[in-house]
């Protein structure tokens, strides 16, 4: 018998984590009797006063919020890092170690209206929160060591409030995900003298197996390691560090590959795609004056939908205690996202 | 300002992983206005002839049970792992690394009730499952380099069928998070001397903090570097490697504690208590006859509830792309869980 990867199980290795995920294609075959998810029946009007992210709104802690016309940002009124903390004692004992976290945590709504979101923004609203991203980049990776700047959308994935928003966390510390990528990128960047991701996404746009879409200046691929069901990849073509290292043109085709991959998404299930989404980069503060150029700014797009909009992939048992799995290949997700139009399932007629 | 691990936000050091988790105790104030989780409503019935897990029923592939009347073994039907499988080809690229994965996935029943989980079973039946536990790890282990006994409980984790019931899967390969175990114990046995988890238990067993139950063989304690909201760890005062190793009388004690942690689960929230939950040891297989003094068995449940029987801790956004965050210190945790009854909340009056 021949190896065939859409029917035979095998692993797969990431060379961000030095890990592997277990691969069964086979599996998608066996019926679900497990949880349906509610999809968001309720239709999200545009503008809701008792919503405390809406223009104008009265927020829990008491601020009233401008009539912002556009972007706008906060500091969050229920911080996961604050900036004044005392620190904990130091410990000798190996098993009992901790440390000083520092830091702060600000919200960023992407637009006024409570039912826009990125797919349906134009070129230029997206451009305009684009700019935002990197504004408070510039400014808090001035003073902290990581910003994570991530998208929890859909109640599914913890999202709290269905005003299109991000979070954006700056911390005295590297977290450990993206303190075992610099590790390994580092790694990989002395033995071959070129960054990996950039090794990556040259193999990947020759290839095309993982392809879903590019322009002038970006490509989006289901990662040859991917362990959620339709995660992607977005990678630059030319070898940029941070997002605050962007050029003009490439913050308009920026916005064009979000609203293209984010359209597809809705698309797929013809629902409003819940995913966790985040921007990494190479490390700021004191990362800022040394070499970094292992590093290779990209978006991840983890959106936990398995087989229709109300059957998701759990991560939990085996995944949970032993090793990431998959039930589709890389490939076959990518084929399905590729052949998805990009036009909105909203805005059509058919 | 003095330091206070329940007010002041920290990190913490994870040795079995080489890892940090944040922990922001203040974060529990926050007011929750996200997704709100179903509770099992409906009572599962004793014995439902439609269940392909009940005794006697016929399963989707036209097989059927038997008539069981302890514990019920059977191979998967839609196993992740297959025996026989075509070996993927090599590849000298580092970043398009797969490898062949072979193994097989079975499926315990631990009661022909479907309404017996495991904190309302006897000590007796609770010991008929463990044997059964260590009778499959024995056969599968003589074969399979490491099998990962896990049960998934509860719809929103993922669990297919509510009768109670776990999974054996066995594998060829050693799974990323029990091969980064395996390091990380034998670093530090190679250093100290000890394993270490046996130096963890003695200390946990001294400082009481995190003690949540203990007997004459057994303890479970919130660990210190717990992520999940009421995370737990089992386990032996004795230096034991594997499932395998243990004599009979600590079986009994086992299924002791087994009976009361779940019992303090089901009691936290007065719900039969989600969680995923696995018994870890020394990898098998080719490793039994291999040096590894550096691993203690043990077992870990995690839940995913935090506030109540319908509000969840989300692994999203920062969790998932930088590092885990936890809202309540593991301490607090651990005072909560020991302080429930150890009475189930259906078997009193009160
Ligand atoms: O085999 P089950 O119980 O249907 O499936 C469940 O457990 C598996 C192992 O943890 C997971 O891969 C699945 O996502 C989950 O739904
Ligand atoms: O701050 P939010 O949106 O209420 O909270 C959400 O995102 C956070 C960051 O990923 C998570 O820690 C929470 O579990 C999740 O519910």
């Not at 990197?134 to 959308?153: H, Q, S």
């Not at 966390?169 to 995900?177: T, Y």
């Not at 879409?213 to 490509?219: D, G, I, M, P």
Request: hydrophobic share 35%; charged share 25%; aromatic share 12%.
């Amino acid at each position: 018998m021949e190896f065939d990867p859409t029917e035979h199980q095998h692993l797969r290795y990431n060379p961000l984590f030095d890990s592997w995920i277990l691969v069964s294609p086979h599996r998608c075959k066996r019926p679900w009797s497990g949880q349906v998810e509610k999809t968001a029946t309720e239709e999200v009007p545009e503008f809701d006063p008792g919503n405390p992210l809406c223009p104008g709104a009265i927020r829990p802690n008491g601020a009233v919020n401008p009539k912002y016309e556009s972007t706008f940002v906060f500091t969050n009124d229920f911080p996961a890092l604050l900036e004044d903390v005392p620190e904990p004692e130091k410990s000798d004992d190996p098993l009992f170690q901790s440390a000083v976290a520092k830091g702060t945590c600000k919200v960023m709504c992407f637009h006024p209206k409570s039912n826009v979101t990125l797919p349906v923004m134009t070129i230029d609203e997206i451009t305009t929160v684009i700019n935002a991203w990197i504004d408070e980049l510039k400014k808090l990776g001035a003073k902290y060591t990581w910003v994570a700047i991530f998208e929890n959308k859909g109640a599914i994935m913890g999202c709290s409030n269905p005003h299109p928003h991000c979070q954006m966390w700056a911390s005295s510390f590297l977290p450990s995900d993206p303190r075992i990528k610099d590790i390994n990128q580092r790694k990989y960047f002395e033995k071959h003298g070129e960054p990996l991701l950039m090794h990556y996404a040259k193999k990947e746009l020759e290839n095309k197996e993982r392809l879903v879409l590019q322009n002038e200046h970006w490509l989006v691929v289901v990662p040859y390691w991917a362990v959620w069901p339709y995660e992607t990849m977005i990678l630059p073509k030319r070898h940029v560090q941070r997002f605050t290292d962007l050029v003009d043109d490439e913050k308009v085709t920026l916005a064009d590959v979000i609203k293209r991959i984010t359209t597809k998404y809705d698309n797929l299930f013809q629902v409003s795609f819940p995913y966790s989404m985040g921007w990494l980069g190479a490390p700021t503060g004191e990362y800022l004056n040394q070499d970094t150029r292992h590093w290779v700014f990209h978006g991840l797009y983890n959106p936990p939908l398995l087989r229709s909009a109300t059957v998701r992939k759990f991560m939990v048992g085996y995944e949970m205690l032993a090793q990431s799995q998959r039930d589709l290949t890389a490939e076959q997700a990518a084929d399905k996202l590729r052949n998805l139009p990009e036009v909105h399932y909203t805005t059509t007629n058919q």
